[in-house]
Nanobody, 116 residues
Framework: QVQLVESGGRLVQAGGSLRLSCAASGRTFSSYVMGWYRQAPGKEREFVASISWSGGSTYYADSVKGRFTISRDNAKNTVYLQMNSLKPEDTAVYYC?????????WGKGTLVTVSS
């Protein structure tokens, strides 16, 4: 089992940047596919980005492609989400996800608010 703690969310103006971090517990972090999801007020949780265990493969939602970058540091048990050119529609609670062997683990989320 892995425990996830997100950080880095805050209020930012449109056009600005933020970097979210997700720190994971445990010694098997490198075996998990890691991802970021988000949930805006009144909407369902949606996929944002994911990264393979080695970091060699990344995937993005069309809405963030070219603006967001996911990365991981297996030595630090941490996954990051660099968010540039933020838009008001990026406002949401961002959740870190770890996936392995058909199991999903979630953090409690960090709030990102983008003002226009």
């Amino acid at each position: 089992q892995v425990q996830l703690v997100e950080s880095g969310g805050r209020l930012v103006q449109a056009g600005g940047s933020l970097r979210l971090s997700c720190a994971a517990s445990g010694r098997t972090f490198s075996s998990y596919v890691m991802g970021w999801y988000r949930q805006a007020p009144g909407k369902e949780r949606e996929f944002v980005a994911s990264i393979s265990w080695s970091g060699g493969s990344t995937y993005y939602a069309d809405s963030v492609k070219g603006r967001f970058t996911i990365s991981r540091d297996n030595a630090k048990n941490t996954v990051y989400l660099q968010m540039n050119s933020l838009k008001p529609e990026d406002t949401a609670v961002y959740y870190c996800n770890a996936r392995r062997d058909g199991m999903d683990y979630w953090g409690k989320g960090t709030l990102v608010t983008v003002s226009s």
